[in-house]
């Protein structure tokens, strides 16, 4: 009798379900079928654990809690047990996200599902609606052309680089105020216009290597690093950085920035502890302020030291906390440093022309 029953539900799913090229879709499918309707199944939870896994993943009897389906040639997203929490699916071939697929698993708090083949189109409306503890989704090394929505409030990791991205809606983020850290590095992005202004959590933005050409408009205050590199942004806004008041990271290297396009003092910010702006066309070093402890600058087109763009007071008392200083790359010569340089850049350890 259950040989019978097992064949009709294999013929069913043949016809039905599995017209996949995926070797182990349908026998995923006939254990979460068996699991959830056999009356001579074991009641042990231990046991039940075991078996519920799926085939062409591994869940480790000390971590039940987590499936690993990651670099096994994949190329859908098979049962979720109810029990998971996180799901490595990474480094497959999957292109599709069925409709459905979690939502046996709404308490899981980690999807892995970067370096697959996934596009817009088959990434079922709401596939990730239903979680609601989500906390991290990657999505990285997609193909993917804008952001799947609806995505839970309760995420706070979610990383799109690597995918085609150009256009992200005004309303991509919303109701997403426990997001700290979102990553979109090379989209082809060309403006961001003001998605981001509800992220009140934001800590970490990642827009490197896009298309944009002015800079994000509207960040978040507790904003802590911000990576602009790879674009070609030539101008900042008058008090564009005193809007952030937590920022301590800025990287906005290899850009068109020109001194035209930089307010005298842009990056006299006091909670900046690293300002990258190496491969530029700056053709004078900015003023900085006094806490800054990394500056990169090399690579542009600066022909004198300005000791006042450090201090502009020097003695005893009043000093820069510069620890790297490049300016390789530019045409300073070593003759040009004045006398003060030892005294206002005392604490420097690197100091390259």
Not at 82 to 106: C, H, P, W
Not at 114 to 123: F, S
Not at 305 to 323: Q, T, Y
Request: aromatic letters at 10%; proline letters at 6%.
């Amino acid at each position: 009798m259950k040989l019978i029953l097992f064949l009709t539900v294999a013929g069913f799913c043949g016809h039905a379900l599995c017209q996949q090229d995926d070797t182990y879709f349908w026998m995923s499918y006939l254990r979460s079928y068996w699991l959830g309707y056999s009356r001579f199944a074991d009641p042990s939870p231990q046991r039940a654990q075991g078996r519920d896994c799926p085939l062409e993943c591994e869940c480790p009897p000390n971590f039940p809690i987590a499936m690993y389906c990651d670099s096994r040639k994949l190329k859908h997203v098979p049962f979720v047990p109810s029990r998971m929490k996180y799901a490595y699916l990474q480094n497959n071939r999957i292109t599709f996200i069925q409709e459905g697929v979690f939502d046996n698993a709404t308490g899981l708090v980690w999807i892995m599902l970067h370096r697959n083949q996934l596009t817009d189109e088959k990434i079922g409306e709401n596939v990730f609606a239903k979680i609601i503890n989500l906390e991290r989704l990657y999505l990285d090394q997609n193909n993917l052309t804008v952001i799947p929505s609806p995505l839970p409030s309760s995420l706070k990791d979610l990383r799109l680089s690597n995918n085609k991205i150009a256009k992200i809606p005004t309303n991509a983020f919303e109701g997403m105020e426990n997001l700290t850290s979102l990553i979109l590095n090379n989209n082809q992005i060309e403006d961001i216009g003001g998605s981001l202004k509800g992220l009140q959590s934001l800590t970490l933005l990642d827009l490197s290597n896009n298309y944009l050409k002015k800079l994000p408009e509207q960040l978040p205050g507790q904003l802590h690093q911000l990576y602009l590199e790879f674009n070609s942004i030539n101008t900042i806004p008058n008090e564009y950085f005193r809007k952030l008041p937590k920022l301590q990271f800025a990287r906005l290297s290899n850009n068109n920035l020109t001194d035209e396009g930089v307010p005298s003092n842009a990056f006299n910010v006091s909670s900046l502890i690293e300002l990258d702006l190496s491969y530029n066309k700056l053709q004078k070093i900015p003023p900085v302020n006094s806490n800054l402890e990394n500056l990169y600058l090399h690579a542009n087109q600066i022909k004198e030291f300005s000791l006042g763009s450090f201090c502009k007071v020097v003695d005893i008392m009043n000093f820069s906390r510069l620890r790297v200083l490049r300016l390789d790359g530019n045409s300073i010569p070593l003759s040009a440093l004045p006398p003060e340089t030892a005294l206002c850049l005392r604490l420097a350890a690197v100091i390259d022309l």
